[in-house]
T-cell receptor, first 114, second 114 residues
Framework: ETGVTQSPTHLIKTRGQQVTLRCSSQSGHNTVSWYQQALGQGPQFIFQYYREEENGRGNFPPRFSGLQFPNYSSELNVNALELDDSALYLC?????????????FGSGTRLTVV | AQSVTQLDSQVPVFEEAPVELRCNYSSSVSVYLFWYVQYPNQGLQLLLKYLSGSTLVKGINGFEAEFNKSQTSFHLRKPSVHISDTAEYFCAAVGSSNTGKLIFGQGTTLQVKP
């Protein structure tokens, strides 16, 4: 069991640029969620993907988008980066049991926008 | 509005002393409740979860939590802490939607002193 892996671990981008973050879900997990954790805050739900479709979204603008692939891995794309997008981005996966199986989090990608 | 409130931002405690980290949730969230721990520069690790059944939930590393519906609380306890328990702790609840969206509190920093 390899767990959830995220890449890259750290990233520095300039305001206005675009970024893609990647997540490989844990083996057997078919649902992926993304969270944004600003410094000193709790994680905030961005969206969730199940069977390659978005099936839930938090209060984030459309410039935050995502994809889920047939192997259940996922990408988070952020366009027109703003300084406030600087945060730790966490990916979480869950198995078909959903809540009962719990959510497994990756170690995150630290994004800094300058 | 759906919310999770952690009542203490920092909790200092001496090694081998007992500790309680307090968490209250709004009645508008479902009663699926979680505690996660986050060590520096790492992702979130599940300590324990309450889905149904016994109101006293035991987790990893000697932690336990008690679900109290009448007080809408889910406080985390450990009878004797170690230096290695120093970390950020997050209480979370599942929102009322079917997406499994996790709503996190702001976090409590547990500082264990020798």
């Amino acid at each position: 069991e390899t767990g959830v892996t995220q890449s890259p671990t750290h990233l520095i981008k300039t305001r206005g640029q675009q970024v893609t973050l990647r997540c490989s879900s844990q083996s057997g997990h078919n649902t992926v969620s993304w969270y944004q954790q600003a410094l000193g805050q709790g994680p905030q739900f961005i969206f969730q993907y199940y069977r390659e479709e978005e099936n839930g979204r938090g209060n984030f603008p459309p410039r935050f988008s995502g994809l889920q692939f047939p192997n259940y891995s996922s990408e988070l794309n952020v366009n027109a980066l703003e300084l406030d997008d600087s945060a730790l981005y966490l990916c979480a996966s869950s198995d078909p049991r959903g809540l009962r199986g719990g959510y497994t989090f990756g170690s995150g990608t630290r994004l800094t926008v300058v | 509005a759906q919310s999770v409130t952690q009542l203490d931002s920092q909790v200092p405690v001496f090694e081998e002393a007992p500790v309680e980290l307090r968490c209250n949730y709004s009645s508008s969230v479902s009663v699926y409740l979680f505690w996660y721990v986050q060590y520096p520069n790492q992702g979130l690790q599940l300590l324990l979860k309450y889905l149904s059944g016994s109101t006293l939930v035991k987790g990893i590393n000697g932690f336990e939590a008690e679900f109290n519906k009448s007080q809408t609380s889910f406080h985390l306890r450990k009878p004797s802490v170690h230096i290695s328990d120093t970390a950020e702790y997050f209480c979370a609840a599942v929102g009322s939607s079917n997406t499994g969206k996790l709503i996190f509190g702001q976090g409590t920093t547990l500082q264990v002193k020798p």
